[in-house]
Every structure is written in C-alpha cells, then in structure tokens.
C-alpha cells in the first residue's frame, strides 16, 4: 500500500512563491493519476491539479498559469510550485493518488482518489 507525506507548506506574503512536494512510499504503482487538492478553513476541499502516469495535466481554473505540477518517478515525488500566491490561495493542501487505478476523463474529480496525506498548510497574507 503507498503512504504519501507533504511537505513545503509556509506562511508567504502575497506575490511570494511555494514549492510543495509528496514523497510516495511504498507499494509503486504503475497505473495511476496524483493530485493535489486543497481546503479553506469553512470550505469543502477543491480541487488544484492532477497529472495522470502518461504525463496528462490538467489544473483548475483558479490556478492555471499560476501553479504548475509535476512529477519525479524516480523520487517517487509529486511537486506543486505555487508562483504568485493570494490570499485566497490559503488553505490545508492534500495530495493523493488513485492507487493502481487508471483514470480517465477529468483527471480532477475526487472520486479517483483514494489514498490521502495528512496536509501540508500555506497561509498567504495581504
């Protein structure tokens, strides 16, 4: 079974940069999709951005341009760089991954997901 730890979280200013990463650990799977996704405090958790084990991306609207994901399969590592922070951008972030799954359509939807961190938090102030 594969664990995921986050990591990378801090309090910015608003303008800053974060480079967020996952280290995956044990069981490896070949067939997968990894995402990251975030909650606010009083909001439902939302999707960030996804990349799939053919290297498909995609992110949500509120920060494409902004966040760019990635991946390193010989780390076993997912990163999430996070340029120009906002306040709004504050927020628990979550990895997870479909864990052995292939996914396919829209790679952002939760329901792929099955395995979770435990968080990492970035606090962007004004």
Do not use: H
């Not at 490896?28 to 960030?48: D, H, I, L, N, T």
């Not at 951008?89 to 979770?116: H, I, R, V």
């Amino acid at each position: 079974q594969v664990q995921l730890a986050e990591s990378g979280g801090d309090s910015v200013q608003a303008g800053g940069s974060l480079r967020l990463s996952c280290q995956a650990s044990g069981y490896m799977y070949s067939s997968y999709c990894m995402g990251w996704f975030r909650q606010a405090p009083g909001k439902g958790r939302e999707e960030v951005a996804a990349i799939d084990d053919d290297g498909t991306i995609r992110y949500a609207d509120s920060v494409k341009v902004r966040f760019t994901i990635s991946q390193d399969n010989a780390e076993d590592t997912l990163y999430l760089q996070m340029n120009n922070l906002k306040p709004e951008d504050t927020a628990m972030y979550y990895c997870a991954t479909s864990g052995g799954q292939s996914c396919t359509g829209n790679l952002l939807l939760e329901n792929w997901y099955n395995k979770w961190g435990q968080g990492t938090q970035v606090t962007v102030s004004s």
